[in-house]
C-alpha cells in the first residue's frame, strides 16, 4: 500500500511525503518547482512550521500550492513558547494567513515546553471544532510524555507523532513505534535521510543498500524511504528542494522489500541500544 491511515480514524495519505525545513535557504523557484512536482507524483502530504525560516517556509507552501490546495494534507505546528491556549490560536491563525488557506489538515505542538498540555489541546480541539484544523498530533514527545499526553487528550484524539527516524538513528523502534501502534497514532520520520550522515556507499550499510537497491532497478534512498516506512503507522517527509530529488523520493512510493532484504539492512545499519533520552534536532 502506498496510502494508509494517518492516525486513528483519518483519511489515508501517501507513505511519503514532502518537508520543508530550510527550504526557504534554497532557490525559491526551483524549491516551488519541486513542491508542484511532488504533488504531481502524489506527496500530497506537505509538512512545515512556523518555526521554519520564521514563517517564510510556509509563505514558500503557499506559493505552491496556489489552485491546489484540495491536492495537499497540510501540516504545521506550534512552537512550545507560543502554546498557551490563546497563544496556540494566535500561532495557528498566522500560519494561515501564510499558507493562505482557511484550515489545516493537522497541527502539531513542536515540542515540549512550559506550557500545560491541558492548555495546548483545549486550544486544538477548539481550533478543530471551528474547521481551522482538522486533526492535531505532538512532535518530538517520547513515551512518557506520550503516556500524559494520552491522559489528557483521551483516546483517539492524537493524530500522529513526528520524531527523528533515519537509518542511523533509529531509537524511536525500541518504544515509540510500539506505543503508537497500540494507540492508533501515526509516526511522522522527519529527516529520514539524516544530517550530511546518510551511509556512504564504501561503507557495509552503503554497500547492502546499493545492493537492494540494484535488485529493485532503485535508488539507495528510495531503499531507505521503504525501510523505514516498512510498519503501517511510519509516514517519512524527505525534504527536496530540486526536481531531481523529490521524483527520487517519490520512486520509493512502490517500493517494497522482501523479509530477507529487512533483515539485511537490519544487521548492517542495527539499531542499537535504547537511549536515555529521544534524540531530536
Given at each position: 500500500m502506498?496510502q494508509?491511515?494517518?492516525?486513528?480514524?483519518s483519511?489515508?495519505i501517501p507513505?511519503i511525503?514532502?518537508?520543508t525545513?530550510?527550504?526557504e535557504?534554497?532557490?525559491?523557484?526551483?524549491?516551488?518547482?519541486?513542491?508542484?512536482?511532488?504533488?504531481?507524483?502524489?506527496?500530497?502530504?506537505?509538512?512545515?512550521?512556523e518555526m521554519?525560516?520564521?514563517?517564510?517556509?510556509?509563505?514558500?507552501?503557499?506559493e505552491?500550492?496556489?489552485?491546489?490546495?484540495n491536492?495537499?494534507?497540510?501540516?504545521?505546528?506550534?512552537?512550545?513558547?507560543?502554546?498557551s491556549?490563546a497563544?496556540?490560536?494566535?500561532?495557528?491563525e498566522?500560519?494561515?494567513?501564510?499558507?493562505?488557506?482557511?484550515?489545516l489538515?493537522?497541527?502539531?505542538?513542536?515540542?515540549?515546553?512550559?506550557?500545560?498540555?491541558e492548555?495546548?489541546?483545549?486550544?486544538?480541539e477548539?481550533?478543530?471544532?471551528?474547521?481551522?484544523?482538522?486533526?492535531?498530533?505532538?512532535?518530538?514527545?517520547?513515551?512518557?510524555?506520550?503516556?500524559?499526553?494520552?491522559e489528557?487528550?483521551?483516546?483517539?484524539?492524537?493524530?500522529c507523532?513526528?520524531?527523528?527516524?533515519?537509518?542511523r538513528?533509529?531509537?524511536?523502534?525500541?518504544a515509540?513505534?510500539?506505543?503508537?501502534?497500540?494507540?492508533?497514532?501515526a509516526?511522522?520520520?522527519?529527516?529520514?535521510?539524516g544530517?550530511?550522515?546518510?551511509?556512504?556507499?564504501t561503507?557495509?550499510?552503503?554497500?547492502?543498500?546499493a545492493?537492494?537497491?540494484?535488485?529493485?532497478?532503485?535508488?539507495?534512498?528510495?531503499?531507505a524511504?521503504?525501510?523505514?516506512?516498512?510498519?503501517?503507522s511510519?509516514?517519512?517527509?524527505?525534504?527536496?528542494?530540486?526536481?531531481?530529488?523529490?521524483?527520487?523520493?517519490?520512486?520509493?512510493?512502490p517500493?517494497r522489500?522482501?523479509?530477507?532484504e529487512?533483515?539485511?539492512?537490519?544487521?548492517?545499519l542495527?539499531?542499537?541500544?535504547?537511549?536515555?533520552?529521544?534524540?531530536?534536532?
Amino acid at each position: 500500500m502506498t496510502q494508509q491511515p494517518f492516525g486513528a480514524g483519518s483519511r489515508a495519505i501517501p507513505i511519503i511525503g514532502q518537508g520543508t525545513w530550510n527550504i526557504e535557504l534554497a532557490d525559491k523557484a526551483g524549491a516551488i518547482s519541486a513542491l508542484r512536482r511532488g504533488l504531481d507524483l502524489g506527496l500530497s502530504h506537505v509538512d512545515t512550521a512556523e518555526m521554519y525560516g520564521s514563517g517564510r517556509s510556509e509563505e514558500i507552501i503557499a506559493e505552491a500550492l496556489a489552485g491546489r490546495r484540495n491536492e495537499v494534507f497540510l501540516v504545521s505546528k506550534v512552537l512550545p513558547h507560543n502554546a498557551s491556549k490563546a497563544g496556540t490560536r494566535s500561532a495557528c491563525e498566522r500560519s494561515l494567513r501564510r499558507l493562505k488557506t482557511d484550515r489545516l489538515d493537522c497541527y502539531l505542538l513542536h515540542w515540549r515546553g512550559s506550557y500545560l498540555l491541558e492548555e495546548t489541546f483545549a486550544a486544538f480541539e477548539a481550533l478543530c471544532e471551528e474547521g481551522k484544523i482538522l486533526s492535531w498530533g505532538v512532535s518530538n514527545f517520547d513515551v512518557d510524555d506520550l503516556d500524559e499526553a494520552l491522559e489528557v487528550a483521551g483516546p483517539g484524539r492524537i493524530a500522529c507523532n513526528q520524531v527523528l527516524y533515519h537509518l542511523r538513528e533509529r531509537a524511536i523502534e525500541h518504544a515509540v513505534i510500539p506505543w503508537c501502534e497500540r494507540n492508533g497514532v501515526a509516526v511522522t520520520a522527519y529527516s529520514p535521510f539524516g544530517q550530511d550522515d546518510f551511509p556512504p556507499s564504501t561503507s557495509v550499510g552503503g554497500k547492502v543498500l546499493a545492493e537492494v537497491a540494484a535488485a529493485h532497478g532503485a535508488s539507495a534512498r528510495q531503499v531507505a524511504l521503504a525501510f523505514l516506512t516498512r510498519q503501517p503507522s511510519v509516514f517519512a517527509i524527505p525534504k527536496a528542494a530540486r526536481v531531481n530529488h523529490v521524483e527520487d523520493n517519490a520512486g520509493a512510493l512502490p517500493l517494497r522489500l522482501s523479509e530477507a532484504e529487512i533483515a539485511r539492512i537490519d544487521a548492517a545499519l542495527p539499531r542499537g541500544p535504547k537511549p536515555r533520552t529521544l534524540p531530536m534536532l
